[in-house]
């Protein structure tokens, strides 16, 4: 004991390289490394940003407004927000329920689950679209059965909505997996011994508990669900004024040499992107503390 | 109410974790779980709450059986080792949560819920902190919050999971006490687990000393130190040191050579003993003899580890007087008698009476 007492001035006193911890690199590299970050943000993101705003808007402010209130725009535009409306609490529903299930309970296929839950993700949203096609098509697998029926699905909005639900599905459930994950089911045992019911335990405790990573997901949900091109375009059948949604009218403008219209349409789902983007940030600014407390469990 | 465990069994993918199991646990009693890590003590209480499901066996409670009951219908008071606070809400609404969720028939309002709460946070010491957050409290008093919700539903049973686990030596010993009182003002039924055995023993009615899935004793304080039902016991509760031995004719042989002590029987058994309750003997006495390997100082005494024909270690402990210190250097002749000793047979767990 005595011994390590007097050791330890020694200790203090033993030259150090100042200012600098063993993960620091030299201050030259340092700013290499922080530079080659920003040119390439700079680059590769921020210039065709400020690109889309400066093409939009060349045409001047009423021409920009005239191509978004133009027909074909809006119905493109009322389209884009039924189908966010309906793919987003959709995923919502499914998120939290098959985030609920790889968390808290033990079964056999359960890794099975979480690799399907991502094959959106790993998957071309192109042959997202195309498998739809397949199912749904007029040659396709329930094909005669719908048409029997009367019931239209590919080239009309229930397939772009399914469409959309399948490409934005993980979003929601990756948000809530890794924390539902971490945090157990100690918080909802608990209020089952207190006679909760399971609904009043997950509305009182479990929702609560995971209520900022689901607003994430809901936001970056709702990001995707809105800009989706791909898999829609497959299923969409580019109808305009009926079956084209905001990114699939941009590019009929686009391929019609309509710049300024495709920009000034192209200018709203990046303001949506760098809405989303601003209330993550603040949200993740204004609620540090509780964020951090769901994830300190 | 009376608590009823009849040959109850739990396997978890093929491991025993509680191994037919009876116990009778009487209305307002204080009971203690004990046993090592492992022991299947956790397993055992959430059976008995309800958060687990019987494989075999049935719980009473009182004349009910309710091994088919859900955790809910038990109407159990649970509190989980690690408090599991609900930390989105307040003190006050954590206490008053199970008076909250109960079905509108029997629902206080919300002024009564809360009158009860700030009640029930008086009793535990913890006035003035119901607007706290749970991540705002010591671990000792997130513990007392967790305590006051369990009790806020007046359940048929208290069962505490480790609930001074996570506290500092100080913290635990104050609770400790103060459990005690709680426990004799309020009457509640309760079972606790632990595997600090003098928290068990200080605290607890009677204690329930668990290895592997079973129940090795069950009883006071008192029956289980002094009588202890099987080798595992005697090693388990208190410090002990043990010797294979082989019985004839009525005399102990301790490696081959009579030790001077008498026990009944015949074949190979193992001598335990307290390592305090020994006696030096002078060289040559009858007793068992072995060469001291080793020796520490503790407070006032001094154990000294022995080896006894040649491959057994033992403990034992002797006053740490002058005359004394030199003598039993390492290296050194030491002939020594239990003064008290148990003898269990080989295989079976059962004591055979000393002599
Ligand atoms: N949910 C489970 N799935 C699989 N095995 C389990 C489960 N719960 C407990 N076990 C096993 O059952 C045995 C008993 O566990 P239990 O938690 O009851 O022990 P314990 O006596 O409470 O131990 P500790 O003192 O470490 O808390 C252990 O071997 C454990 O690995
Ligand atoms: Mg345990």
Redesign the interface.
Known sequence: MAAELSGAPLRISRPVRRGRSATTEAPAVRVALVGLVFVFLGFFLMLPLVAVFVEALRGGISAYLAAIVEPDALAAIRLTLIVAAIAVPANMVFGVAAAWAVAKFEFKGKSLLVTLIDLPFSVSPVISGLVYVLLFGAQGFFGPFLDAHGVEIIFAVPGIVLATIFVTFPFVARELIPLMQEQGS??E?????????GF?TFL??TL??VKWALLYGVLLCNARAMGEFGAVSVVSGHIRGLTNTMPLHVEILYNEYSFAAAFAVASLLALLALFTLALKTFLEWRFAGAIA?ERA? | MDIVLQNISKAFDDYPAVHDISLAIRSGELIALLGPSGSGKTTLLRLIAGLEFLDRGRILFGDEDASAKSVQERNVGFVFQHYALFKQMNVADNVGFGLRVRPRASRPGRTEIRRRALELLDLVQLSGLEKRFPMQLSGGQRQRVALARALAIEPAVLLLDEPFGALDAKVRKELRRWLRDLHERTGHTTVFVTHDQEEALELADRVVVMNAGRVEQVGTADDIYDAPASPFVHGFIGESSSLPVTLSGGTILVAGRPSGLVGAGAGAARLFFRPGHVDLLRPGERGIAGVVTGSRRLTDRRRLEIAVGGSHSVEIDVPSLPETSGVLETGSEVVFRPREFRLYGESETAPRRAA
């Not at chain 1, 045992?189 to 019911?197: I, Q």
């Open positions: 100690g918080d045992e608990a209020a089952l011994s207190l006679g909760a019911s009043t009182l405790v609560p508990n407390a469990h």
